[in-house]
């Protein structure tokens, strides 16, 4: 079942990349998705990432570094949920018009953390 951690820190990592390489690209990535298929997907992945880090903490590398990301990932989640679509938009839109250098060093975090949860899951 690590599998499914090692193939989302892939994804992640991949799309980070995507943000170094080619920030146009990574903008281009959430200007397609509508905001309410977004902030569904913020929500939905966020759930889902923090129950699959819960739930397989023990078979991973560093199990109490992933519980905490567990609660992290599910806290956001259900701030989120508070905070509402409207404000997870503006802030969208406000870190799309972000100069290229941000979207790469955001691109670069992403690809970090993925990168380390393939470690993980290795």
Do not use: C, K, N
Request: hydrophobic residues 65%; without cysteine.
């Amino acid at each position: 079942m690590t599998i499914l951690v090692a193939f989302l820190g892939a994804v992640i990592a991949l799309a980070g990349l995507v943000g170094v390489v080619s920030p146009t690209h990574f903008r281009g990535f959430f200007t397609r998705i509508s905001p309410q298929s977004r902030y569904v997907m913020a929500i939905v992945i966020r759930l889902a990432m923090g129950a699959l880090l819960w739930w397989l903490a023990a078979e991973l590398r560093h199990p109490h570094v992933m519980r905490i990301l567990a609660v992290i990932a599910v806290v956001a989640a259900v701030l989120l949920l508070l905070l509402g679509r409207a404000r997870l938009d503006r802030f969208v839109d406000w870190w799309l018009v972000r100069p290229d250098g941000v979207m790469r060093m955001s691109g670069l975090f992403a690809a970090a953390f993925g990168a380390y949860l393939v470690y993980v899951a290795t």
